[in-house]
């Protein structure tokens, strides 16, 4: 596709669901990358992932948050048993090579997360 | 530690003046990359520009202009005669080519509004 996309753009959890959101990363690019974006605040790093391999798991703040991208394409990123304080906007960018740090990364609208 | 701070958490203009968001970075790495990203109320991201830590030179594209000062730490971004299209939140962001980190540091953005 021309840019990047994610579903659901919109998503209302209750406590304690498990929630599933997608990327679709521009085609091609090597890159992949999470954020997870507080009211008011700057995105933050969840996770990386070059190709299939998730190369940077640091900023997924607890086990309940999982990633995978299978194929180096799409990217799912799961929440379980989602607490209120998982309540952002979730941002998937992408960039072309695999050297993240000089690359251009290019963001998708988001997934806003409630839950109540 | 590297670090981006957007002390402007607000600025309103009139539509046509001139305002400066400013952006001051730390970082010990030696090669660096900064950018400015606009979020506009659809939420998602859009890359403006990046900047290479050893290329000072100021950069204009159209309304916009970017100064770029190692000496102060400073990426301050100027739109000249400003749009009400310009109301959005504008993100400065820093990455490291050097330390290993894939990600990119946000600040906290600064919200503009231009009144028309």
């Known amino acids: 596709g021309a840019g990047v996309s994610q579903s659901p753009r919109y998503k209302v959890a209750k406590r304690g669901q498990d929630v599933a959101l997608r990327c679709d990363p521009i085609?091609?690019?090597?890159?992949l990358f999470w954020y997870q974006q507080a009211l008011g605040q700057g995105p933050e790093f969840l996770t990386y992932?070059?190709?299939?391999?998730?190369?940077?798991k640091s900023g997924l703040p607890s086990d309940r948050f999982f990633a995978e991208r299978p194929e180096g394409s799409v990217s799912t990123l799961k929440i379980q048993r989602t607490q209120q304080e998982d309540s952002a906007v979730y941002l998937c960018?992408?960039?072309?090579?695999?050297?993240?740090?000089?690359?251009?990364?290019?963001f998708g609208p988001g997934t806003r997360l409630t839950v109540l | 530690a590297q670090k981006v701070t957007q002390a402007q958490t607000e600025i309103s203009v009139v539509e046509k003046e001139d305002v400066t968001l400013d952006c001051v970075y730390e970082?010990?790495?030696?090669?660096?990359?900064l950018f400015w990203y606009k979020q506009p109320p659809s939420g998602e991201l859009v890359f403006l520009i990046r900047?290479?830590?050893?290329?000072?030179q100021n950069e204009i594209s159209g309304r916009y202009s970017w100064n770029f000062q190692k000496s102060t730490s400073s990426f301050n971004f100027t739109i000249t005669a400003s749009q009400v299209v310009d109301s959005a939140v504008y993100f400065c962001?820093?990455?490291?080519?050097?330390?290993?980190?894939?990600?990119?540091?946000f600040g906290t953005g600064t919200r503009l509004t231009v009144i028309p």
């Open positions: 900047r290479n830590s050893f290329d000072e």
């Open positions: 970082t010990r790495d030696t090669t660096y990359y």
């Open positions: 962001a820093l990455s490291e080519a050097l330390t290993g980190a894939n990600n990119l540091f």
């Open positions: 085609s091609g690019h090597v890159s």
């Open positions: 960018a992408s960039s072309l090579n695999g050297r993240s740090s000089t690359d251009t990364q290019y």
């Open positions: 992932f070059q190709n299939e391999a998730q190369l940077d």
